[in-house]
């Protein structure tokens, strides 16, 4: 029970700092396309560490199975997201940001 | 032993895997919710069945273990993949300076159907610094965070594991 729990607070940690760096990234980098970097991946991750810890918290039942779903569409929609957002502002003609 | 499904079968297939998808969902068995189940699952089979089933390739049952097995593997190196791309992001939005040195690149791809190419797309944007901008035709237009990044996509080695696995 206690190696349960722990496991379970370690994924919920892991999911949390994911989101932050994420969150930081945003508000640090320096244009869209970087950004999309620090969020288009930290989501994924962050998302998919909580719901793993959900699921080894709650054990097998249903909503456990749903969860599940939910985390595969979020791994399949995610990246297209990104690919989206990223696909309009470039072909609009902004040029990605370089180093001087 | 090659099954064969008729090719208008289409909608039932679309049909009975929306009925399941219900179930799993809703997860409560009584005679109001399935018939809501039949119903709602009749329509959107309708109106889907086309998109749901696009192609379909024949294929023989020790290729399909094969390539089942391959997926599966791909499943868990991408997982692997994504864990170093948040640690490696993390650590450049923490750094005080920032190490980044952003180019997009261009290449050309030997993926042919859709599917492989949008299995390929997400992987790249899921991957270590990389993301994918544009797809046209064969060529793949991709933001790399850093020039390593973009020196081990071209390399190619996530693109080789697609083939084995869509093609051949």
Same mark, same amino acid.
């Given at each position: 029970?206690?190696?349960?729990?722990?496991?379970?607070?370690?994924?919920?940690?892991?999911?949390?700092?994911?989101?932050?760096?994420?969150?930081?990234?945003?508000?640090?980098?320096?244009?869209?396309?970087?950004?999309?970097?620090?969020?288009?991946?930290?989501?994924?991750?962050?998302?998919?560490?909580?719901?793993?810890?959900?699921?080894?918290?709650?054990?097998?039942?249903?909503?456990?199975?749903?969860?599940?779903?939910?985390?595969?569409?979020?791994?399949?929609?995610?990246? *297209?997201?990104?690919?989206?957002?990223?696909?309009? *502002?470039?072909?609009?003609?902004?040029?990605? &940001?370089?180093?001087? | 032993? *090659?099954? #064969?499904?008729?090719?208008?079968? #289409?909608?039932?297939?679309?049909?009975?895997?929306?009925?399941?998808? &219900?179930?799993?969902?809703? &997860?409560?068995?009584?005679?109001?919710?399935?018939?809501?189940?039949?119903?709602?699952?009749? $329509?959107?089979?309708?109106?889907?069945?086309?998109?749901?089933?696009?192609?379909?390739?024949?294929?023989?049952?020790?290729?399909?273990?094969?390539?089942?097995?391959?997926?599966?593997?791909?499943?868990?190196?991408?997982?692997?993949?994504?864990?170093?791309?948040?640690?490696?992001?993390?650590?450049?939005?923490?750094?005080?300076?920032?190490?980044?040195?952003?180019?997009?690149?261009?290449?050309?791809?030997?993926?042919?159907?859709? $599917?492989?190419?949008?299995?390929?797309?997400?992987?790249?944007?899921?991957?270590?610094?990389?993301?994918?901008?544009?797809?046209?035709?064969?060529?793949?237009?991709?933001?790399?965070?850093?020039?390593?990044?973009?020196?081990?996509? $071209?390399?190619?080695?996530?693109?080789?594991?697609?083939?084995?696995?869509?093609?051949?």
């Amino acid at each position: 029970m206690e190696l349960i729990d722990f496991i379970v607070t370690a994924l919920l940690f892991g999911g949390t700092f994911f989101f932050t760096t994420a969150t930081l990234g945003l508000l640090r980098f320096p244009d869209l396309f970087t950004r999309l970097h620090a969020t288009g991946k930290g989501d994924t991750l962050g998302v998919g560490l909580i719901l793993t810890g959900l699921v080894i918290y709650l054990g097998l039942s249903p909503i456990t199975l749903k969860i599940i779903i939910i985390m595969t569409f979020i791994l399949l929609t995610s990246p *297209v997201g990104t690919h989206c957002i990223c696909r309009a *502002v470039y072909n609009q003609g902004i040029k990605p &940001w370089k180093r001087r | 032993m *090659v099954l #064969n499904i008729p090719k208008n079968s #289409n909608f039932f297939i679309t049909y009975i895997v929306m009925f399941i998808f &219900w179930i799993l969902l809703s &997860w409560e068995f009584s005679l109001s919710n399935i018939l809501f189940g039949l119903v709602g699952s009749f $329509l959107v089979a309708y109106s889907t069945r086309n998109l749901f089933i696009k192609e379909r390739i024949a294929i023989s049952p020790q290729k399909f273990i094969r390539k089942s097995y391959l997926s599966i593997l791909y499943i868990f190196y991408l997982t692997y993949q994504i864990i170093m791309a948040n640690l490696d992001v993390a650590y450049r939005v923490l750094h005080p300076k920032m190490p980044i040195d952003t180019r997009v690149i261009k290449f050309n791809t030997k993926l042919e159907s859709d $599917l492989a190419k949008t299995c390929f797309a997400n992987s790249i944007t899921l991957t270590p610094g990389t993301i994918t901008i544009d797809v046209k035709k064969d060529i793949f237009y991709v933001h790399a965070l850093t020039s390593e990044a973009a020196e081990s996509l $071209l390399e190619g080695s996530m693109e080789r594991k697609l083939i084995e696995i869509f093609q051949e």
